[in-house]
């Protein structure tokens, strides 16, 4: 049974660090595109960040670019967003989303429609 759990959210100071990580369960990472996003209050779905599933390609948001960094452990199952220098903006819901297995779909910033697998979620709020 496929279970996706993404964590280390929190509140930071605009200019702060978090790390988020999403463990996967019950699926082979190997073979999935993974896909960060992010859903601000009274806002649509945003795509921040992508990895294919060999991690030699990683796509951003121009919001994020240049302050956010994806990777992934395929050994660990887990894939981990670095997200540096934050600011107010940032603050929103950030899920951790699979694509469908063997297929390429990080070719661009990352279209919600394109991964049919999700966690939960997990909250970040950047304030002073």
């Known amino acids: 049974q496929l279970r996706i759990v993404e964590s280390g959210g929190g509140l930071v100071q605009p200019g702060g660090s978090l790390r988020l990580s999403c463990v996967v369960s019950?699926?082979?990472?190997?073979?999935?595109?993974i896909g960060w996003f992010r859903r601000a209050p009274g806002k649509e779905s945003e795509g921040v960040s992508c990895i294919s599933s060999s991690g030699e390609s990683t796509k951003y948001a121009d919001s994020v670019k240049g302050r956010f960094t994806i990777s992934r452990d395929n050994a660990r199952n887990t894939v981990t967003l670095q997200m540096n220098s934050l600011k107010p903006e940032d603050t929103a819901v950030y899920y951790c989303a699979l694509g469908s297995q063997y297929r390429t779909i990080c070719t661009a910033v990352p279209d919600k429609g394109r991964f049919p697998y999700w966690g939960q979620g997990t909250q970040v709020t950047v304030s002073s």
């Open positions: 019950g699926f082979i990472l190997d073979d999935y595109d």
